[in-house]
């Protein structure tokens, strides 16, 4: 049984509205403690606490912009230092139901600063593919430039807050940062590594919503790759038509799913519209997708 006392440390967890879901604890030894058959416990959390939107959200004013980090401590010691702007989510994983808390709150542009480690560098990858589809701009700050720091906390404890600021604005757009993460992380010395990046990479440009970043990413292919324009049209072009037919898809099957469900509840008028109006609407991107538009 792990006692209270081996917590030191309580940060009240608040929503976007500023209500208290719960309180998270940290162990006083840097190390942790074991509990059962897990080892190094850092962080306890009490019974019941939810987590809605990211750690530090309540706080934001006005902001168009936010920096994400990983560490809770970040985000509750750094704006002590005058860096206001900054939210984090922990051990769990960035998930879909803090975008909406994003869009909530106007955010139009974060940049991820997460751990210099393993961690933070597939962290930073899944968090770009989540937001590709969204109207949110994301930019990352590439996590090796701390070194040897591990996270910002401590980058900022050495070299001060305004250091940091100024580290944050080497932060790469999320296309150019992925594009080249993928090329970094697969041989292309050979004919097979360099298939297999090209198409990572367009596969990505396939599904991010800004038409200038989904361009970016092709540029980046072609920049690191020393390809023309022509090399990669056809191959981009069958991405991005597999991605909206990908897309009609899923939409029929969701507005099919939701219409029968409505028809059940006996709302037969607005379930035909339903279909009715989404039918119109695929018809038309078909239609857009076969004359290349």
Request: net charge positive.
């Amino acid at each position: 049984m792990l006692l209270a006392t081996s917590f030191r440390l309580a940060l009240p967890f608040r929503d976007r509205h500023g209500t208290i879901t719960g309180f998270l604890k940290r162990a006083h030894e840097k190390a942790g403690f074991d509990i059962r058959d897990t080892k190094g416990v850092r962080w306890d959390s009490t019974k019941g606490l939810t987590k809605p939107d990211l750690f530090g959200l309540n706080r934001i004013r006005k902001q168009e912009e936010l920096v994400v980090v990983e560490g809770y401590p970040d985000a509750a010691y750094l704006p002590a230092l005058g860096l206001d702007n900054i939210v984090a989510f922990g051990q769990a994983a960035f998930s879909e139901k803090y975008i909406e808390g994003l869009r909530a709150l106007g955010i139009k542009r974060i940049i991820l600063a997460l751990d210099n480690d393993n961690a933070g560098l597939k962290n930073s990858e899944e968090i770009c593919r989540l937001l590709a589809e969204s109207n949110i701009q994301v930019f990352v700050l590439d996590p090796p430039t701390m070194s040897p720091h591990k996270d910002p906390d401590e980058y900022v404890a050495a070299h001060g807050s305004d250091s940091f600021r100024k580290l944050i604005e080497t932060s790469e757009r999320s296309s150019m940062w992925l594009t080249k993460r993928i090329f970094a992380t697969t041989d292309i010395s050979s004919d097979l590594g360099r298939a297999r990046a090209i198409s990572g990479a367009l596969e990505f440009a396939g599904t991010i919503q800004n038409p200038l970043e989904a361009q970016a990413v092709v540029d980046t292919i072609r920049t690191q790759l020393s390809l023309t324009p022509e090399m990669l049209d056809i191959y981009y072009r069958q991405v991005l038509e597999n991605a909206s037919r990908k897309h009609i898809q899923e939409s029929i099957q969701n507005v099919t799913r939701d219409s029968q469900r409505m028809a059940k509840e006996g709302k037969l008028e607005p379930a035909l519209r339903n279909l009715t109006l989404t039918a119109k609407q695929m018809l038309v991107r078909v239609r857009s997708s076969r004359n290349g538009a």
